[in-house]
């Protein structure tokens, strides 16, 4: 894999990267380990609390987290997995929290996700993450994690927000076919 870290961009929709399903990585090879770090780079300068690896144009299982008060960290996830229950074991309640994609500039959506998140993972040194939270944080996971799937807000909103934000879509398939 041969990547420039430094020419990394964040792309936005409707770049075809991110609905590609991404492909496990190595955390051991070195282009993986600069790639997080600028990852850690853009996403800061960008204001965000989580970049996947496909919004930078690679369909890699890795994104990084910075979730402010939920979890204020630099953390990478290389080839993470998520559990979906309550720390019970129980089917997690879902709830309703507005979320916005650095790759959807403009673009707000009411996400209904579950409540409870459990994620395992491993880090840039090879050693396992394993981590549970509830509400903002386990919601930055899987918001995260739908990336590397290549799922978007988008395809989560509800009738409603897909009438408010149908002209931003719009303009961003237009910028994007300019
Ligand atoms: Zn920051
Ligand atoms: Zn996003």
Redesign the pocket.
Known sequence: MDVDPASLRIVRYPDPVLRRRAEAVDPADESVRAVARRMVELMHEADGV?L?AP?VGLPWRLFVTNAGEADPIDRVFVNPVLTLTSPAGEPSPLEIMEEG????PGIHADVRRPRHAAIEAVDLEGDPVSMAAEGFLARVWQ??FD?LEGV??IDRMGPKDRMVNRRSIKDLELSFEA
Do not use: K
């Open positions: 989580g996947a919004q994609c650095l790759s959807l918001h995260e990336h978007l807000i």
